[in-house]
C-alpha cells in the first residue's frame, strides 16, 4: 500500500502527527509483515516549511504519480490552500474520488475542495459550516454538511482542524491494516488518557 501526503508550505503538523507514526512502524498492524509506503508529493521538489517550522523534501511530482486503487492520498491544512499552485493536486483529488481511491482532507484542505464544487454531493465536514459559506465563494454543499469532528462518505474523509484523532482514527480505520478492537483500544487511549486504555491496548495486542 502507498499512502500520499500532499506537502505545502505552513502544513498543520500536528493534523498528521497520529498517523504517519502508526502507518510509518506498522506497530499495531493486525499483520506484522505488511508494509506502508510513504511518498511525500507536492507541485515542485523544492523544499517546503511546515507550521511549526520544520523543512520538508518533496519525495516525487504529482505528475509522476501513477495512482492504483488501494492508494491514499492524505491533504493536511496549511494557510495556503486558496493559491493558484495547488489547482493540480484539487484535480488531482477529484479524478481519484471519481475512481473510487481514498482522499482524506483535513481543516484547510477541505475549504479548497468545496471551492472547486467536490463537496457539493457528498456527506462532509470541515472546521464549521459558516466557514466554508465564508471563505468558498463556489461552495453549494451546505444541505451535505455534517457537524462532526469526521466524516467518511464513500471514498472521502473529511474532518475538521480540531479533530486530527478523529480524523487519524478514520483513516487509519480506512486502511484495513488494523484490528478494530486494537484501533479502538488506541484511540480511547489518546482521547482520554486513561490508563485502562493502555492495558485494554497490550492485551488486545497479546
Known amino acids: 500500500m502507498k499512502v500520499y501526503l500532499y506537502v505545502l508550505d505552513t ?17 499495531y498492524f493486525s499483520d506484522k509483515n505488511k508494509r506502508v509506503e510513504i511518498i511525500k508529493i ?8 511546515t507550521m511549526g517550522g520544520i523543512e520538508i523534501h518533496p519525495d516525487k511530482l504529482i505528475s509522476e504519480i ?9 491533504l493536511p491544512g496549511s494557510n495556503i490552500w486558496m493559491e493558484p499552485q ?20 483535513i481543516c484547510g484542505a477541505t475549504s479548497a475542495l468545496a471551492e ?15 466557514y466554508l459559506e465564508m471563505f468558498c ?6 444541505e451535505n454538511y455534517i457537524n462532526a469532528p469526521a466524516v467518511v462518505c464513500e471514498n472521502l474523509i473529511t474532518a475538521g482542524g480540531l479533530a486530527s484523532l478523529e480524523f487519524s482514527f478514520e483513516v487509519l ?3 484495513n491494516l488494523f484490528d478494530l478492537k486494537v484501533l479502538e483500544s488506541w484511540y480511547n487511549l ?3 488518557r486513561e490508563p485502562k486504555y493502555y492495558f485494554e491496548l497490550m492485551n488486545c495486542l497479546s
Open 42 to 49: 507536492s507541485n515542485s521538489l523544492e523544499v517546503i516549511k
Open 116 to 130: 472547486a464544487g467536490i463537496l457539493d454531493t457528498r456527506k462532509h465536514t470541515s472546521n464549521d459550516k459558516d
Open 11 to 27: 502544513l498543520a503538523d500536528w493534523e498528521i502527527g497520529y498517523i504517519l507514526p502508526e502507518l510509518n512502524t506498522g506497530r
Open 190 to 192: 489518546h482521547k482520554t
Open 66 to 74: 501513477k495512482f492504483e486503487k488501494d492508494d491514499i492520498l492524505i
Open 173 to 175: 480505520k480506512s486502511t
Open 86 to 105: 495547488n489547482s493540480e493536486i484539487i484535480t488531482t483529488a477529484k479524478n481519484l474520488l471519481e475512481n473510487n481511491i481514498k482522499v482524506c482532507a
Open 137 to 142: 465563494n463556489n461552495y453549494k454543499g451546505s
